[in-house]
């Protein structure tokens, strides 16, 4: 069992910069590959960025290359968003998933894979 705990967001005006964190219990975390996800009112739920376990390998969605990073750090059991650049379309709640990885190298765009999922943190951007 994971469960994750988001923490960071808030009200940020255009330009800024949040950044997001999500950190993890139970020692399955540091073989878990993590994922963010965001979620603006009266739309799907949509991939932001992901890392494997071991933090080599990561994505970001085309909306937010350039501007968001993912990094984690196993020994603080902490998966980070940085945001900059912010834009009023990147509102929402933001919530990080665990997804337990067969390999170091491994991650997924596709909410459906994750198996753990924290309870969101709301990101507002104004103009």
């Known amino acids: 069992q994971v469960r994750l705990v988001e923490s960071g967001g808030g009200l940020e005006e255009t330009g800024g910069s949040l950044r997001l964190s999500c950190t993890g219990s139970?020692?399955?975390?540091?073989?878990?590959?993590m994922g963010w996800f965001r979620q603006a009112p009266g739309k799907e739920r949509e991939f932001v960025a992901a890392?494997?376990?071991?933090?080599?390998?990561?994505a970001c969605a085309d909306s937010v290359k350039g501007r968001f990073t993912i990094y984690r750090d196993n020994f603080k059991n902490t998966v980070y968003l940085q945001m900059s650049s912010l834009k009023v379309e990147d509102t929402g709640v933001y919530y990080c998933?665990?997804?337990?990885?067969?390999?170091?190298?491994?991650?997924?765009?596709?909410?459906?894979?994750?198996?753990?999922w924290g309870q969101g943190t709301q990101v507002t951007v104004s103009s």
């Open positions: 139970g020692v399955i975390f540091r073989r878990s590959s």
């Open positions: 890392i494997s376990w071991s933090g080599g390998t990561t």
């Open positions: 998933a665990a997804d337990i990885a067969s390999s170091d190298t491994y991650y997924s765009t596709r909410a459906s894979a994750y198996d753990y």
